[in-house]
């Protein structure tokens, strides 16, 4: 009975969604990858909002159920009979009257599980598609036979290109540049191998010594562009702004103008965000979700970041299958190297702690937990003067419950952190 609900909610969905998209006749971006999207598809909107009216996809919403409430402009109502009703009926009225309709929708395009985004693509037909990345060991991979039949999977989206339309591709990933051979639309790549790259990275620190954004020059073609974003670190952000900056390329706007726009937008929460810590303290919020590559480049950013003492805080990786030993044994070399204290959440990162020891971290500097909550206590207890602290776990795992704890101001975590609604509250 369930099933039969979820998918009779889907078809209607997908049928006002249609119907709006046939009247209104919006341009569509449409990104997907495994790693970056929710970055890319934000970065991509503030960058053309100063050229045009955009609409993006909210938090997660990247499937079958969420994205067409993105182009309905509606909540997800979860358990909330009449809550559906109206998002229903609400769907008829903008269909019925003509109501004012964004030019551009910049959608992520997500998979959980074979056929997801052939699905999707049944009615979605974008004008530019962008693939960010794909880990060699993505999420989602156990639902998947092999890492190839999730490449497949994403290329539906590639094959649902509207003639004429712009595919935009990382050329830094071969499997993403693989794309190009299965699509005869325009081919725009951005990367070191591409003529659309960046340089001069670096971490931007304020008076005080603490770390404050990233900042790094984009050349495109002979023109150069400063890009400098506040609160945010990690050099993974440069393939979110070369993507953005493709984009406004392709649509022949002023890459300065976007550039700038970058400066001023606040990061998206749980993304390598800056958050001030408690004893004056700095957290890395990277609580979104967690992946290998991700963790790899959260990692690295933190051997980077100037501080007097360095802290990870990392939970499970999930959804890694048969690579999950290994892989989280992987964290737990490369953190041993650099880390001062390593806190581990859940009893797969248990192999992160057993080889961050082999590799030469003490014994008292790492500690292990069950769960988010007694890590969160723990970590308190010891965040002092002048650290530094990344926490990262996989979206179930509920690691913005240690920044939560250990943040100086937890009476604005409901716009600063991810996962603050009632649904997320209740698990």
């Excluded at 996809?57 to 009449?82: A, M, V, Y």
């Excluded at 530094?388 to 920044?403: D, N, T, W, Y």
């Amino acid at each position: 009975m369930k099933n039969f609900l979820q998918r009779t909610l889907s078809l209607i969905l997908e049928k006002e969604a249609s119907a709006v998209l046939n009247k209104y006749k919006p341009k569509i971006i449409a990104i997907t990858g495994t790693v970056g999207k929710t970055s890319t598809r934000d970065t991509v909107a503030t960058a053309l909002s100063r050229f045009v009216s955009v609409r993006k996809s909210q938090k997660n919403f990247n499937t079958d159920i969420g994205i067409p409430l993105t182009i309905l402009e509606r909540d997800n109502p979860g358990r909330d009979i009449f809550g559906w009703l109206r998002v229903f009926v609400e769907g008829l009225v903008l269909l019925s009257f003509t109501n004012h309709y964004p030019e551009w929708l910049v959608i992520e395009v997500g998979t959980d599980q074979p056929g997801d985004i052939k699905k999707v693509t049944r009615w979605l037909s974008p004008d530019i598609v962008i693939v960010t990345k794909l880990s060699k060991v993505p999420v989602h991979v156990e639902a998947f036979p092999a890492p190839e039949d999730l490449f497949n999977e994403k290329g539906n989206l590639v094959r649902a290109l509207k003639p004429g339309g712009t595919l935009i591709l990382n050329a830094d990933d071969e499997d993403v540049l693989a794309y190009k051979n299965i699509s005869s639309e325009t081919v725009v790549l951005f990367g070191n191998a591409s003529d659309l790259k960046a340089n001069n990275y670096k971490i931007t620190y304020a008076e005080d010594g603490k770390p404050d954004g990233t900042y790094f020059e984009v050349t495109a073609g002979e023109e150069t562009v400063a890009v400098h974003i506040k609160g945010t670190l990690g050099e993974q952000h440069i393939s979110h702004v070369l993507a953005a900056l493709a984009v406004c390329q392709v649509l022949k706007e002023n890459l300065i103008i976007a550039a700038k726009s970058f400066f001023r937008e606040a990061p998206t929460p749980g993304r390598m965000r800056i958050l001030e810590g408690i004893n004056n303290s700095t957290i890395l919020d990277d609580t979104y979700n967690s992946s290998p590559i991700a963790v790899e480049e959260a990692l690295k950013t933190l051997a980077d970041v100037r501080a007097t003492r360095k802290i990870a805080v990392l939970g499970d990786m999930l959804e890694l299958g048969k690579y999950s030993v290994d892989e989280h044994k992987k964290a737990g070399e490369r953190v041993a190297k650099f880390a001062d204290i390593l806190i581990t959440v859940g009893i797969r990162s248990r192999y992160t702690a057993e080889e961050a020891l082999r590799a030469g971290m003490k014994k008292e500097n790492v500690f292990q937990f069950d769960d988010s909550r007694q890590a969160a206590e723990y970590a308190k207890g010891i965040v002092e003067v002048g650290d530094i602290v990344l926490v990262k776990g996989s979206q179930s795992v509920r690691m913005e419950r240690v920044v939560e704890k250990i943040m100086a101001n937890p009476k604005d975590k409901e716009k600063l952190l991810v996962r603050q609604d009632g649904d997320w509250k209740r698990k």
